[in-house]
């Protein structure tokens, strides 16, 4: 049987943890993990509102902490987990961090990278739709309150 202890799905299930807490302080619920090594060595989750700082996004967070953590203004050999697909601005960042892997749970059709994938170092290597229902469900959940 196949350990999956450490499976896009294991870190993902954390990013969710991530966004949980942001749902219960009122922020659009993303969250993200930044792995090394099959270690997390940092966690995010939107501020923005909290921080009236449009920049403190799930990503900005985790990967700021992850730089502390290492010491290093670059995060190679370290995975992004975030529950939505980056904006441009978080892909940009990862971009410049010359992270090596983004994954992510829904697609964002509105604010998405994916329609910049230019934008990306080409050695990045993306995975998407890790429990997208998940990812969607809580985003879906905390608009339809707000509404």
């Known amino acids: 049987m196949k350990n999956n ?3 896009h799905e294991f870190f ?3 990013a969710l943890e991530q966004a949980e807490i942001a749902y219960l302080n009122d922020e659009v619920p993303v969250g993200a993990v930044v792995v090394c090594k099959n270690q997390i060595i940092s966690k995010g989750y939107n501020f923005v509102e909290h921080l009236t700082d449009a920049t403190a996004h799930a990503e900005i967070q985790a990967m700021t902490s992850a730089f502390s953590f290492l010491g290093s203004k670059y995060l190679n050999n370290c995975t992004l987990y975030t529950t939505l ?3 441009v601005m978080c892909a940009g960042a990862a971009n410049l961090a010359r992270i090596d892997q983004i994954v992510y749970g829904a697609d964002d059709n509105k604010k998405g990278f994916s329609k910049h994938l230019k934008l990306l170092n080409p050695n990045i290597k993306l995975v998407s739709g ?3 229902e998940d990812c969607r469900k809580i985003l ?3 608009f ?3 509404r």
């Open 5 to 7: 202890t450490f499976s």
């Open 12 to 14: 993902m299930k954390k």
């Open 85 to 87: 697909e980056p904006c």
């Open 130 to 132: 890790i429990l997208i």
């Open 140 to 142: 879906k959940d905390f």
């Open 144 to 146: 339809i309150e707000k």
